[in-house]
Nanobody
Framework: QVQLVESGGGLVQAGGSMIISCAAS????????MGWFRQAPWKEREFVAA????????TTADSVKGRFTISRDNAKNTLYLQMSDLKPEDTAIYYC???????????????????WGQGTQVTVSS
């Protein structure tokens, strides 16, 4: 089994920056693609960004492109999402997800992911 634990969320003003992290434990050797999704109140969970195991391939949603950067440190079993120029519409619970397939580029569909964290709240005030 794999456990994913997000951290680093909180409150930030519009235009500010924040880095959130996701620590993986357990059978991490089985993990390939990892991604971030978010869910705002009354909305569907949506794709934010994904990255392959070796970081050679990554995908970012158009809504955050140029503002958010996904990265991972396999030695630390940690996934990161660096967020800048944050906007109130970025307010959501951010979820980390991990995929056991070797799909490239890493999947953007939430149903493709096998493991999920509990989420971390990111709130952007205007």
């Amino acid at each position: 089994q794999v456990q994913l634990v997000e951290s680093g969320g909180g409150l930030v003003q519009a235009g500010g920056s924040m880095i959130i992290s996701c620590a993986a434990s357990g059978r991490t050797g089985s993990l390939y693609g990892m991604g971030w999704f978010r869910q705002a109140p009354w909305k569907e969970r949506e794709f934010v960004a994904a990255i392959s195991r070796g970081s050679s391939s990554s995908t970012t949603a158009d809504s955050v492109k140029g503002r958010f950067t996904i990265s991972r440190d396999n030695a630390k079993n940690t996934l990161y999402l660096q967020m800048s120029d944050l906007k109130p519409e970025d307010t959501a619970i951010y979820y980390c997800a991990a995929d056991r397939s070797k799909q490239l580029p890493p999947p953007t569909r939430k149903y493709a992911y096998d493991y999920w964290g509990q989420g971390t709240q990111v709130t952007v005030s205007s």
